[in-house]
């Protein structure tokens, strides 16, 4: 069969036998892939410096006639190896992978791979808080999700409005008025602009470090549910 030759994340990387592995990918175009990558862990296998954790690959792949193709070659793009060096960075690293791997199992959806790629991108660079990639993540995960967070409209269906606050009710997932609400406008309009824009446009807003952590917390809510 003619080779598939894409980009790849490795999402899951398994010793099999004396000397494979079986690897999850997840591309652009075929969604997550498995493939076997036959005598990777000899010491002089062309294929091994090609399928890092924390990096998009060039990948070639013979289609199997099951639902495991065969990984025929492999190069490192691009190595993200600054989140390595942080313990925090690391971890939530890790849990973008796991949680985008569960997801692109319920829904085919391209944008997932380009979802982990930013994901990558902010962690790797130490001038974008963590927290801020963090709660990017979770937005947009919940967007491609089709659970996004209602940023126009409060519970009762009202337009949000300006120098108001609110809380956050978990059974109806959305905003509610109230005078001593903990999301003010500020909250609000930094939500909306990591729902738009990447992580490291948010790094510039002024006095992002007082209402990123409650923002977070609400990100969080949303894939939640």
Excluded at 25 to 49: N, Q, W, Y
Excluded at 96 to 109: C, H, L, P
Excluded at 170 to 180: D, G, I, R, V, W
């Amino acid at each position: 069969m003619k080779p598939i030759r894409t980009k790849a994340i490795v999402l899951r990387r398994t010793n099999y036998a004396e000397a494979d592995r079986i690897l999850q990918l997840l591309t652009p175009d075929h969604g997550k892939m498995s493939v076997i990558a036959k005598g990777v862990r000899r010491e002089k296998s062309k294929l091994a410096g090609g399928i890092e954790l924390f990096a998009v690959c060039d990948v070639s792949v013979i289609p199997g006639k099951g639902d495991m193709g065969t990984l025929t070659s492999s190069r490192l793009d691009t190595f993200y190896a600054h989140i390595l060096e942080e313990y925090d960075r690391l971890q939530f690293g890790y849990e973008a992978i796991k949680q985008v791997s569960r997801a692109a199992e319920e829904v085919s959806e391209p944008a997932f791979f380009e979802l982990l790629k930013v994901a990558f991108v902010s962690l790797d660079d130490p001038e974008i808080s963590e927290k801020i990639t963090e709660t990017w993540f979770w937005l947009q995960l919940a967007i491609l999700l089709g659970v996004g967070l209602n940023l126009s409209t409060d519970d009762n269906g009202m337009k949000l409005v300006d120098q108001s606050r609110y809380n956050f009710s978990e059974e109806s997932m959305a905003l509610t008025y109230s005078e001593q609400g903990r999301f003010t406008t500020e909250h609000i309009k930094l939500l909306r602009l990591l729902s738009a824009q990447p992580p490291g446009v948010a790094q510039h807003v002024r006095g992002i470090e007082d209402l990123i952590s409650d923002c977070l917390w609400l990100a969080e809510r949303a894939v939640a549910h």
